[in-house]
């Protein structure tokens, strides 16, 4: 699970760090390359709570990185003024993230193109239903060596069913493989137990990076997010890494009834167990040859666990058994305006497997979709777990 | 991991039963066999709560178990009366668990030689420092072929270091080799995430039961404990199950200084995983060959996540952050008598770490250990925790 590391030599130029690696006869591949120019696709509250990181590292490693880092800010007029204008002038987001400064470094750029003109590395981090839109309009407009990392929690359910892979795999279709198929380029992905809010306090935490071409990619996508408070594990097994991220939404919701229904840490601990149990069987089926030992990375049951006792998700479904009222309801009443990804995510993945007969080896995931979708009662999810697979 | 089925036959006589298996081709060792005795030794909380379910399901199936089971009391008085004549008359452990009703088939004993005689399956569930004594006494007292199960959870640090397999593992002894040494006979383990009172209350939950010998003895074992509420799953990796039903505890008072520091979710999320992890190191370093799979069950990350978020040994450690008090005072406010198991399986852990010279690589078990032992400040957990090996 270590990740390769690279020679640190903060201060020397980069002629005098390739001299230095040609001394020890060693030659680095970073060291000897231009600068990464960086992008960050958003600037909600998870990309500006990111975007304090990234600005940090990039100018922690200038031969590594080129200083300025774009951020492509939807612009939205706030308090009479404009997002941007305030990220630039006064280093804040005050919409997404109030209260938490920006790196001097984050520059906002309005215009989506330009934001991402010449970028070696693009970090995605809109909500998931932006991502073809956005993806689309940079068909052309970045380098062919350009690569990607998203930060996008959710998967897609491809309806049309183009493609044979996808085909395969009832549809299902993940945020890396949709940026990857526009776009051509090598995407990662950044996943861990993250909370916004407590990464943009500092607070000490970890993330996984699932990187297929760790070798190569894996030790500049590290030093790009790796700081003291925010821990970084790089791992191959991409998929894994990207599937927890979005199946943990619907686990933290059956979390959610669970507290709803007043059922203890005990029923809680087997619920939150039972998802991931369906979790890895889940990504086995779909993307065979997944590594168990991802699970146990932060994007696994770190993630889980926040997920499940501090997340959104599990606030909404709580409050949806408890109050009695509708899930768009209850979002509406908690998330100011935000939605909670877990019943979409539980609809795709019970459409994906309900056409590919599987959904009796998912109950839990099942009852979550029916339960969302008012088909089941919330009561009727512990029998639906009595006789799970993983008791036979 | 799924286990093996017994086929069920509530209402058959024990011939029928077995006319019906030849009929069919095939037999049981299970029904051809006289009905076994079952003994609970201990009755404390956690004892009374299992004894619900023993007594149910020991009269679910009379052709495997006979009927009565006696349940060993140390002998008190509660209120002035006798707490084992309260437990035979009034079907209620008024002291360990006041209003919960124990099935009639239950019965005190309080001699502890009279309560095991005869006896083919005795479950122990007392506190770790009765083990040895009560074993002792045991000695040639009991049918050879008995078998034992224990719901303890604790480890010892044989000083002594008496043994080469102790000595290989740097004192490490885990209490079912201690009841084994004693007694020779096999010793399987049931550990998961279990707090008492939710059992009890027959929430739904899990367990984990670990024995070695699982094709003989775990259909068994698993009809002996399985309900509609406590749903078992049996492995014969059964050293990691016991391991971490004792090492969760560590990690508990971990995520209790976390708490106490009020570090939020992730810092907490990421404690956690790297308690896990370790535990993974350790059980991997002490008895190599353990299965990984392990750790996904009920006593793996369940019983972690429940007892890191409603445990009593994480309790008392964010107490001991936010109060400024001894560990030994904490204890005495908040647990009623009890003692929390985490600092001392910690100094254990800690000192047999530190003789093989492994403490560098365990960061989290040993500065849990330093901060109870008062040799560390809570807030330097973090610190221990940036340059973790699993970050490298």
Redesign the interface.
Known sequence: ??SS?IPQCENSSRLSLSSIFRYFGTTSTIATMSPKKVTIIGSGNWGSAIARIVGSTTKSFPDEFDPTVRMWVFEEIVNGEKLSEVINNRHENIKYLPGKVLPNNVVAVTDLVESCEGSNVLVFVVPHQFVKGICEKLVGKIPADTQAISLIKGISFDKTNQGVSTEKRGGLKLISEEIKEILKIEVSVLMG???AP??A?D????ATIGCKRKAEDGPLLKKLFHT?NF???VVEDAHTVELCGALKNVVACAAGFTDGLG????????V???G??ET?KFVEHYYPGSN??T????CG???L??TC??GRNRKVCEAFVKTGKSMAEVEKELLNGQSAQGPLTAEEVYLMMHKTGLDAKFPLFTAVHKICAGEMKPAEL?DC??N?????
Not at 203 to 206: D, G, H, S
Not at 263 to 270: E, F, I, L, Q
């Open positions: 699970m270590s590391r137990a993250n909370l407590e990464v306090n607070n000490f935490c970890e003291d821990r970084i594990n059922y203890g840490d005990n029923t809680k601990a087997a939150i167990r039972l991931l149990m890895t168990l030992q699970f146990f990375e932060s049951i770190a993630d666990i926040t006792y501090g512990v777990l009595r799970h697979p993983e008791h036979m």
